[in-house]
């Protein structure tokens, strides 16, 4: 075989390739949302789960993961912001324990998810006797979330041009003050984009959550918002079986008779959900850029 | 002494408040770095117990083809504390997954910077990003309802076990190794490319004996990257393993992964029992494995980087 | 103050080798008003010495052109005056400035470039409106009335050339303006401090032709009010704009006198060599 020859199989191959990996991309989305769409209704996304009958729905599980990304959110962001902040702003280069700190970070990242859960559940759920409950959850979603969220806030700040900075110094701003009102307004569409994808790995995560948020969705009294009422959606301490917790719970041990039927509807759900995520980080970033840069 | 010479020998507001900023931004550095090394402390210390409070040798531990901690052996007299079948199920998933993922993803990688640039950019890119952002239920499911009983319909039995579990921790994973191959073989600078084409190379001998072969570090990386990915995945593994702790017969009978074990076991016992402590000492070997992955990247660097 | 210049009396007809090393004006501190001056001044970037021996006075409301080819310690030399290199490297001597050493310890680094302002190489306005950027700075330290800094905005684009081509735009952002608006931003910013001195950092590199030239009468407008130490790799702008020029090499300054000294009878035979373009 002459090269022209080995060149044009291999570029074959490499088509080949890249078509069938968007092609198992596209069949596994179809696959899910064809399934699942048809059990959506508005009962079935607002309804309470049944364990041992037919027609149960996915309200509290939805309303769950929301309030438990949210609440792990505002927990991790301002830590991340201010870690990144370090990391980008103050940190010498070539300082020994700015290299630990960054190590540690990375090894952070790189924790199995199933390991955070494990150490929430030891400390918050044991230890400070928390209990399943929503803020051990949040917690545990923070340490998972915090080295993602900070190395993307690192890198939008990075993005910013030491001009910027330079031009803060130079007319006696301090450094604290320049990235407040200079660097950080002007990274605002990148980390928007950065957290947002971080919300969708974060509302996507159940590993993290089984043994912290934990896998029982005790009915919510929607009128009562008092957040020190167990019954309350609000309260931080009662349990809270996330969506992705519900599609793994009931694929392992469900035994209710619609099982397939409400494990494709919540598996929409959460497709749908992640994909809106994905879709509108980057659409809300360049949104804030145009606003930001507009004559 | 005039006004500004007073003024610029005081502290100002602008010191004052860099001062608080460094104090509160170290402070977040500090809690992560604390977070770290709390974790790494109360697993392992739990994980000990198993050695130190149950007398459990290590290498039983290691070693032993027995996990049924709740059961004594006949034949040694102690629980089945061996973790071998489980070491096992993970290391064969990872090292299976990584083995099928790594050629589609340096293919696609390759097609996305150097065969067709701008569908690259157009359609895997965002292909790549969604692979990465679905969820790992959504994999299991995906995987409970459409590999397993294609495996099933192949192989016979029931479908589960680590075959299963490759297959979806290789589609898990391929995202992972693919955009950091990506990076690396941007990285590539572009007079390599030139200087290849420029001497009569076709465009799959400059890939493959330029290009490839420049950006083999990065590429070892992403695939370590992707192992530990695949290594420290729970629920979708969970879900097509089988969870029977057996030493693994074959690929397509069920199995366990340390994950697996874990997720399955740990609210099922009781803290401080043996049986519990066991799964802690799973739970150590996770980590350790974690920390192992991260020094390999380190190594793979630096190795890259003197060449 | 030690004596530098070997040969004060003036050279009519260069004669290479009975030329100085080195020639450094002393400003007779009676006769001119110095607003800075640097004594013993190095830099060092780790156990690299980027410059040495710069003892320079610089006289107040007139231009200073500091030039030189890259590399040779030039813009070191600036943003060591204001301390922009602090973090980076290593700045040991004296910068007086008010009979104050702003090179020490006790000294407060924001304050003091308040009073000591810059204007770097790229225009580097911040991503908020165009009054925004002038006002800003002011409002983080002190209460300003609406009327005050609408006359500071005014007054200080006016100061700064660019009044007339935004003053119905003064929300637009700033990141929209022209290189050479930008630039004018910037300086219009920095005036509104109201500084004592003002560091330009090859200012107009970044500009077109036209632009420069106004850049250039902008400057020789504001030398009035204030003092003005720049950088530039434009010899002519040089010549043009500045009432003194220092003439660096390899990290050291070898020719400091009036421009049109510098420019018609150098001293020092490396001057010579640069001006007259043949160098190296």
């Known amino acids: 075989m002459n090269a022209k020859t080995a060149d044009k199989v291999a570029t074959g191959v490499i088509y080949a390739i890249a078509g069938s990996v968007a092609l198992v991309l596209f069949a596994m989305l179809a696959f899910i949302l064809v399934r699942g769409l048809p059990h959506l209704s508005w009962h079935f996304l607002t309804s309470a789960a049944r364990s041992f009958e037919a027609g149960g729905g996915i309200g509290i599980q939805l309303f769950n993961s929301f309030y438990l990304l949210i609440l792990a959110m505002l927990i991790s962001f301002p830590i991340a912001l201010g870690a990144a902040i370090y990391l980008n702003e103050y940190a010498k280069k070539n300082s020994l324990w700015v290299s630990i700190v960054r190590t540690s970070i990375e090894v952070m990242s790189s924790l199995p998810s199933v390991v955070v859960g494990l150490f929430g559940f030891l400390i918050f759920v044991v230890k400070f006797k928390l209990g399943f409950s929503i803020l051990s959850g949040a917690i545990a979603l923070t340490i998972f979330n915090l080295p993602i969220l900070t190395r993307s806030i690192e890198t939008s700040l990075s993005q910013i041009p030491n001009l910027q900075r330079e031009a803060g110094a130079a007319l006696g701003l301090s450094r604290f003050e320049t990235v407040i009102h200079i660097i950080l307004p002007a990274s605002v569409p990148s980390i928007v984009t950065g957290v947002v994808i971080s919300a969708g790995r974060v509302f996507g995560e159940a590993a993290a959550l089984i043994y912290t948020a934990g896998q029982s969705a005790p009915t919510l009294d929607f009128t009562d918002w008092n957040p020190f009422n167990m019954a309350s959606p609000l309260s931080p301490f009662r349990p809270a079986e996330t969506l992705a917790v519900h599609i793994w719970k009931i694929n392992s041990e469900g035994i209710m008779p619609d099982i397939s039927e409400v494990s494709a509807g919540a598996s929409a759900v959460l497709i749908i959900v992640v994909l809106l995520f994905n879709f509108s980080a980057r659409r809300l970033g360049q949104l804030l850029y145009k606003k930001l840069t507009k004559a | 002494m005039d006004l500004i010479t007073e003024k610029i020998k005081k502290t100002s507001l602008s010191t004052k408040q860099d001062r608080f900023g460094k104090a509160i931004s170290i402070l977040a550095l500090l809690f992560i770095a604390a977070i770290v090394v709390m974790i790494?402390?109360?697993?392992?210390?739990?994980?000990?117990?198993?050695?130190?409070?149950?007398?459990?040798?290590?290498?039983?531990?290691?070693?032993?083809?027995?996990?049924?901690?709740?059961?004594?052996?006949?034949?040694?007299?102690?629980?089945?504390?061996?973790?071998?079948?489980?070491?096992?199920?993970?290391?064969?998933?990872?090292?299976?997954?990584?083995?099928?993922?790594?050629?589609?993803?340096?293919?696609?990688?390759?097609?996305?910077?150097?065969?067709?640039?701008?569908?690259?950019?157009?359609i895997m890119q965002p292909v790549i990003e969604l692979l990465v952002g679905i969820p790992s239920v959504v994999y299991g499911v995906i995987g409970l309802t459409v590999v397993v009983p294609f495996v099933r319909s192949i192989f016979g039995g029931t479908g589960l076990g680590i075959l299963s579990g490759t297959i979806v921790l290789c589609v898990m994973i391929l995202p992972t190794i693919t955009s950091m191959t990506v990076d690396t073989l941007k990285a590539v600078p572009r007079h390599y490319r030139e200087s290849a084409l420029a001497i009569g190379a076709t465009r799959w001998q400059m890939i493959y004996k330029v290009i490839l072969r420049a950006a083999t570090p990065g590429i070892l990386t992403a695939i370590v990257f992707g192992m530990a990915r695949a290594f420290g995945e729970a629920l979708a593994v969970q879900m097509v393993i089988g969870n029977a702790a057996n030493m693994p017969e074959s690929l397509v009978s069920p199995s366990a992964t340390l994950t697996s074990v874990l997720t399955m076991g740990i609210g099922n016992t009781v803290m401080g029992s043996l049986q519990n402590n066991v799964l802690w000492s799973l739970a150590m070997i996770l980590l350790l494995m974690s920390l192992v992955f991260n020094i390999l990247i380190r190594w793979i660097g630096s190795k890259g980087e003197l060449k | 103050m030690t004596k530098k210049g070997q040969d004060l009396k003036p050279v009519s007809d260069f004669i290479p080798d009975k030329a100085p090393d080195r020639f450094i004006y002393q400003?007779?501190?009676?006769?001119?008003?110095?607003?800075?001056?640097?004594?013993?001044?190095?830099?060092?970037?780790?156990?690299?010495?980027?410059?040495?021996?710069?003892?320079?006075?610089?006289?107040?409301?007139?231009?200073?052109?500091?030039?030189?080819?890259?590399?040779?310690?030039?813009?070191?030399?600036l943003r060591s005056l204001n301390r922009m290199n602090d973090g980076v490297a290593n700045v040991s001597g004296k910068i007086i400035y008010r009979d104050l050493d702003i090179n020490s310890k006790d000294i407060d680094v924001y304050e003091m470039r308040r009073h000591i302002g810059m204007v770097f190489q790229r225009p580097n306005p911040f991503a908020k409106s165009i009054y925004e950027n002038i006002t800003f700075p002011l409002t983080r330290r002190g209460k300003y009335t609406k009327n005050q800094l609408d006359e500071i905005v005014e007054t200080t684009l006016k100061q700064a050339a660019l009044w007339d081509q935004v003053k119905d735009e003064l929300d637009k952002s700033a990141l929209a303006l022209s290189g050479g608006q930008?630039?004018?931003?910037?300086?219009?910013?920095?005036?509104?401090?109201?500084?004592?001195?003002?560091?330009?950092?090859?200012?107009?590199?970044?500009?077109?032709?036209?632009?420069?030239?106004?850049?250039?009468?902008?400057?020789?407008?504001?030398?009035?009010?204030?003092?003005i130490i720049i950088v530039t790799h434009n010899m002519q702008q040089a010549a043009r704009i500045s009432d003194y020029t220092a003439f660096f090499h390899q990290g050291k300054v070898i020719e400091y006198d009036l421009t049109r000294k510098i420019f018609t009878r150098p001293k020092v035979k490396l001057t010579n060599d640069y001006i007259s373009g043949n160098f190296g």
């Open chain 2, 40 to 122: 790494f402390a109360f697993v392992i210390t739990r994980g000990f117990a198993t050695f130190t409070s149950n007398k459990i040798n290590v290498f039983d531990f290691l070693f032993g083809t027995n996990w049924n901690p709740s059961v004594v052996d006949k034949k040694t007299g102690l629980p089945g504390v061996g973790a071998a079948p489980l070491i096992i199920g993970s290391l064969a998933v990872t090292f299976l997954a990584a083995l099928i993922a790594t050629p589609f993803a340096i293919g696609t990688a390759v097609f996305m910077t150097e065969v067709a640039k701008k569908r690259g950019a157009k």
């Open chain 3, 27 to 77: 400003m007779n501190e009676d006769k001119h008003e110095v607003a800075l001056k640097t004594e013993g001044l190095q830099v060092r970037y780790g156990d690299k010495l980027a410059l040495s021996e710069g003892d320079l006075s610089f006289e107040r409301y007139k231009i200073t052109s500091l030039i030189g080819a890259s590399g040779s310690g030039k813009s070191t030399f």
């Open chain 3, 182 to 227: 930008a630039q004018r931003l910037v300086i219009a910013r920095a005036l509104a401090l109201k500084p004592d001195i003002l560091l330009l950092d090859e200012p107009s590199s970044a500009l077109d032709p036209i632009s420069s030239a106004q850049f250039e009468e902008t400057l020789l407008e504001l030398k009035k009010y204030y003092t």
